[in-house]
């Protein structure tokens, strides 16, 4: 590395020539770098953390181009008195679709739904059920004729209702069929006090700027119609599934903003606080005669050493943030926190440049040469810390989960351009700060006398470091993974309020379904068999149903002539004798829907049931809908349904794969828990070798692994102590933490060998000063994330503070403590005859 050192030295005498065209260089590059940075914006499609050759992203691709995405804002309108609503409604859809989006320059809604012709619907309820479902009307008619017979019989004595629940079953399936396809006129919940319209909106879930713009407009509206008018207990909301997007997007946004302020105000202040009283303690230990600023003369510098360090870190952070968005275009939910992240991690660098440049500054060398010996010995410590941790961050791109690449690659570009401006930049602003006496030194300074002192407490901290390790060894089962996503996502009261109004009026237990898209009516029909031969062998089955409109609405004249006539054979039953005279309200739909003798056009079926087997372009399509019979927001329920929907094969050997949210978010989950544990190896293996490589010693490699093991053995032991699980969040901070931890260790080996035998207490009180402050910058940046009220981003932050924390404190304590034990033993050898500057 001393070489690549040497290569850029030059630079070092450039910041020194030319300090103000390099300061106006680096700046022009950030306002430059900014108009791309700010373009960045947060994708929260699951879809997109897959690649996109992946077959359930492809399928989900598919679906979305052939049927669409269109989500309806619903307007819930509540109160005691049914009339009062439906004209609240009547009212407010024509203004509703009046209004207007000045920006897109285009009416924000294009349709609504809310009455539903039925009429037609009760002729040919029996006409739009499956052929499955009519045999099962048919067996339960029969039953009950039989049943009917047997009590016509005056010697029939019934014993024992074997049959009742059969029959029970069989009349449950048709009447939530008859509810389903033949509902109410109005869209209300069961005592009709809440009634719902739905709106469809013309501009894209995407657009929040549009979402916004929508939501305020609806709410305006609302107001303007004022619900008290109709009824004094009248409540209207609107919502649903695109405000519970936005709320999503805005709790994201918001977060990230309150711990950008957070994180990055407290780093500001330690840097400042610490190099404050670093300063001013060194300054006080020169020579009386030689102090000739106040108190006060050091104080008004108090921010010199933020601007100092934190300009040429804004500007590599910009730079990095424009890079991602020509590489990658947006950010995701786990990026999206990242410039609080590398503002915390990159500005360790300038820390260790500055404190060393002041030490040596002070001994009494000049400017010049102050540069040049700061960046012989602290820049190449810094290179080996800078590298590793890069390219340990790196080694994620190779990842096929995008949580891992797009973390990977923005996080190890931001740490590298942090290294570099720190090196060729901040010197800059060295030398500007010398001319302006913005720093102010006293070089009469006189070292502190090093005493030789053993580390206290080896043996035992050692040993509690090993049992500690047996513990976790011990105990790793209890290491869990949390799949549970309600648990991850920030609970939205209103949303959730809305909700359970809205679903009082549709309630239904077929929601979610998976998508099958296929290109003729026979693939439809093959499909359905194959899904219902899966349902029937497994008697643990997922899938609550499958549905398709080409089983339901015949597509040839064979298949019109087969239903007509089963309808037929129910008319007949229907005149058996035994119930023709039955006066049963289940019987007359029967009986009116039994009448049918011609076939239903499709122009006629009524839009509310058509509009959900339609493609984009208005057409049948063909798909088949597949809905699971478990909550899939549990991880482990989408997976089990993803494993047995997701992937269908019919009796021909044609392989078809299913599109859904739900089984993205599966594939998702599974693709990350099987790569986290070759990326986390990936990362440790490249981190021993660049750090072998550095310095050109296994024996010296592994003492400088050894805070980054240790710490990490001592972090699990916190989690499983206080029970803290591991979930698709928080996974893509442990390689960071690896990257990121192997500083510690790095710095302090490389400042050991520097100083030698019995020097550990001097390293300590230098390099562990320096890398205790850069360790708490960093965990101030993800402490940002406590702050938040999303779970997923907390967890984030709560595992990095305890991984970088546990990092740093088993450098401070184990390994000094085994390099004392080793010590006393005459295990670590020193090579006299170079420098650690020389293998580093």
Do not use: C
């Not at 440049?357 to 410590?381: F, V």
């Not at 996502?489 to 077929?510: I, K, Y």
């Not at 320096?770 to 997923?792: K, R």
């Not at 907390?794 to 924390?805: D, H, K, N, Q, Y």
């Amino acid at each position: 590395m001393n070489f690549i050192l040497g290569l850029f030295r030059p630079l070092i005498g450039i910041n020194y020539r030319h300090p103000y065209t390099v300061l106006i260089s680096g700046i022009l590059l950030a306002i430059v770098s900014a108009f791309y940075a700010i373009k960045l914006d947060i994708d929260t499609d699951l879809a997109s953390l897959l690649p996109p050759d992946n077959k359930y992203v492809i399928e989900m691709e598919r679906l979305r181009q052939t049927v669409g995405g269109e989500t309806a804002v619903n307007f819930v309108i509540s109160s005691p008195d049914f009339e009062a609503n439906r004209a609240f409604a009547e009212a407010l859809i024509p203004k509703a679709l009046e209004l207007f989006d000045e920006r897109t320059n285009a009416p924000f809604f294009n349709r609504f739904e809310f009455t539903r012709d039925n009429e037609i619907l009760k002729d040919y309820a029996l006409y739009l059920a499956t052929i499955r479902e009519l045999d099962e009307i048919m067996e339960y008619l029969e039953n009950r004729i039989e049943d009917a017979k047997l009590e016509a019989n005056p010697f029939f004595i019934d014993f024992d209702d074997f049959d009742d629940e059969d029959e029970v079953d069989d009349l449950q399936r048709f009447q939530d069929l008859y509810a389903e396809l033949v509902p109410s006129t109005y869209p209300v919940n069961e005592d009709s006090t809440i009634l719902v319209v739905d709106f469809f909106p013309t501009g894209s879930r995407s657009d929040t700027r549009f979402l916004e713009d929508l939501f305020e407009a609806s709410d305006a509206l609302i107001a303007e119609l004022n619900p008290a008018s109709f009824h004094p207990d009248m409540e209207v909301l609107a919502g649903g599934r695109l405000k519970r997007h936005l709320q999503e997007l805005e709790f994201i946004i918001n977060d990230v903003a309150s711990s950008f302020a957070s994180g990055i105000g407290s780093v500001i202040l330690l840097v400042a606080f610490y190099f404050f009283i670093k300063k001013y303690i060194n300054y006080r230990r020169g020579a009386r005669e030689d102090r000739t600023y106040s108190f006060w003369s050091h104080a008004i510098r108090f921010p010199v050493p933020v601007i100092i360090i934190g300009i040429p870190l804004f500007i590599s952070l910009i730079v990095t943030f424009a890079i991602a968005y020509f590489v990658i275009g947006s950010l995701n939910t786990m990026t999206s926190v990242l410039f609080v992240i590398l503002f915390g991690l990159g500005i360790d660098y300038g820390l260790h440049f500055y404190a060393r440049y002041l030490e040596k500054r002070s001994s009494g060398k000049d400017i010049l040469e102050t540069l040049y010996e700061t960046y012989d010995s602290t820049g190449a410590a810094i290179m080996a810390s800078a590298v590793t941790t890069s390219v340990a961050l790196f080694i994620l791109v190779i990842a096929d989960f995008r949580g891992f690449s797009e973390f990977g690659f923005i996080s190890g570009t931001g740490i590298f351009l942090a290294f570099m401006s720190m090196l060729f930049i901040l010197p800059a602003l060295l030398v500007i700060g010398e001319r302006w006496n913005w720093i102010l030194l006293n070089k009469n300074y006189r070292p502190v006398q090093q005493v030789s002192r053993t580390f206290p407490a080896y043996k035992a901290i050692v040993i509690i470091g090993l049992a500690i390790g047996a513990f976790v060894f011990f105990n790793r089962g209890d290491i869990r993974y949390n799949y549970n996503f309600s648990e991850l996502e920030p609970e939205f009261t209103e949303f959730s309020e809305f909700r359970a109004l809205q679903r009082q009026v549709q309630q239904t237990s077929r929601r979610n379904p998976a998508y099958i898209i296929v290109d003729s009516d026979e693939e439809v029909l093959k499909l359905l068999d194959a899904v219902r031969q899966m349902i029937d062998e497994n008697p643990e089955t997922t899938i609550l149903e499958v549905e398709a409109l080409q089983e339901r609405f015949p597509v040839t004249v064979e298949d019109e002539i087969q239903k007509l006539a089963l309808i037929a054979e129910i008319y007949q039953l229907l005149q058996d004798p035994f119930i023709i005279d039955e006066e049963d309200e289940d019987l007359d739909i029967l009986r009116r829907a039994s009448k049918v003798t011609e076939p239903l056009a499709i122009e006629d079926v009524p839009d509310y049931l058509k509009n959900r087997f339609l493609t984009r372009d208005g057409e049948i399509g063909r798909f088949v809908m597949i809905y699971p019979a478990i909550g899939l927001s549990d991880g482990l329920n989408s997976i089990a349904f993803k494993n047995e929907a997701g992937t269908v094969v019919t009796e021909d050997g044609t392989v078809y794969h299913a599109a859904s949210t739900s089984i993205v978010a599966a594939e998702m989950l599974e693709l990350m828990r099987k790569e986290s544990p070759y990326m986390v190896a990936a990362t440790f293996i490249m981190i021993f070798i660049i750090v072998n490589f550095a310095f050109g010693s296994f024996r010296w490699a592994l003492i400088a692994m050894l805070p980054l093991l240790v710490g990490l053995i001592w972090t699990f032991a916190i989690m499983i102590v206080f029970n803290i699980t591991l979930n698709f969040y928080n996974m893509v901070v442990l390689p960071a933490i690896i990257g990121i931890g192997n500083d510690n260790g790095v710095h302090l080996a490389n400042r050991y060998r520097e100083e030698g035998p019995k020097s550990m207490w001097k390293v300590l009180s230098s390099t562990g000063q320096h890398i205790t402050i850069g360790s708490f910058t960093t965990m101030l940046g993800f402490a940002g994330l406590l702050l938040t009220s999303h779970p997923g981003l907390f967890s984030i932050g709560l595992l990095a503070v305890i991984g970088i924390g546990m990092t740093l404190f088993s450098g401070l304590t184990f390994l000094p403590a085994l390099i004392q034990w080793l010590e006393n033993k005459g295990w670590i050898r020193f090579d006299t005859e170079k420098k650690s500057s020389d293998i580093i």
